[in-house]
């Protein structure tokens, strides 16, 4: 059984920096592609960026282009999204999510787990 457990939120300065972690177990996942959406109050959740374990393939959203960076640590099963030079508009819950296969997609309804999120708030 897949489980993804996010952790790494909290509330930080406009311009400053985060790092999520994304701890994955329950599957070897040389196969899955990993990938981060976020969800604001009021807004339907939305792609962050999205790569394949293995490094091959990564996409990012326009909004966070040049931002946000996805990396993973095979040892530990964990992804990361380090997120810099922080805007009140990142402010959501992120979320953590995997599907098997080789190709980076951006639809919610193309991934087949979830993690339960984490809040980051960015104040300005």
């Known amino acids: 059984q897949v489980q993804l457990v996010e952790s790494g939120g909290g509330l930080v300065q406009a311009g400053g920096s985060l790092r999520l972690s994304c701890a994955a177990s329950?599957?070897?996942?040389?196969?899955?592609?990993m990938a981060w959406f976020r969800q604001a109050p009021g807004k339907e959740r939305e792609f962050v960026g999205s790569?394949?374990?293995?490094?091959?393939?990564?996409y990012y959203a326009d909004s966070v282009k040049g931002r946000f960076t996805i990396s993973r640590d095979n040892a530990k099963n964990t992804v990361y999204l380090q997120m810099n030079s922080l805007k009140p508009e990142d402010t959501a819950i992120y979320y953590c999510?995997?599907?098997?296969?080789?190709?980076?997609?951006?639809?919610?309804?193309?991934?087949?787990?979830w993690g339960q999120g984490t809040q980051v708030t960015v104040s300005s």
């Open positions: 329950g599957r070897t996942f040389s196969n899955y592609a």
């Open positions: 999510a995997a599907r098997y296969g080789i190709s980076v997609r951006v639809t919610v309804q193309e991934y087949d787990y």
């Open positions: 790569r394949t374990w293995s490094g091959g393939n990564t």
